[in-house]
């Protein structure tokens, strides 16, 4: 009976896939997609009616231009026509979406800089001693300094 060996790139992939920031990469996307959801509901669902009403009604994701084609009552019934169509509403909301996401990760990124900065102050007060291979090193200079004044 003959034993497949497993190639060496296997278990260097299930290292690469273990190691833990690719583990927080994949929670990462994760919770974003989520966030990105969230996102779009509330553009959707909240700030479009509330721009609505402020412009007169104006529904953004139902703005849009027809280049070719008929036009129907809405952007969906327009495109199952067969029509070509900029819809430009959709394009307002995705920039909308963008913005509110890149400023939510802006405070999340700053928040998070301040609890590093905190830590790492709070490090910055136990005096640490010097680790083995400065210690090492601090010797190798001595001696080449002994070395050059003999």
Known sequence: MSYLREPAWISEFKAFLLR?????LAVGLVVGAAFTAIVSSAVEDLLNPIIGLLTGGVDFSNQFSVLAGDRKETLALTRQGGAAVLA?????NAIIKFVI??????????????LKLKELGKAATVPAGPTPS?????????????????
């Open 20 to 24: 833990g920031s690719v583990v927080d």
């Open 88 to 92: 430009w509403g959709n394009f307002i």
């Open 101 to 114: 996401v890149s400023f939510a990760v802006f405070w999340v990124v700053k928040a998070l800089s301040r």
């Open 134 to 150: 400065e210690k090492l090193l601090a010797e190798i200079r001595d001696e080449l300094k002994a070395q050059r004044s003999a």
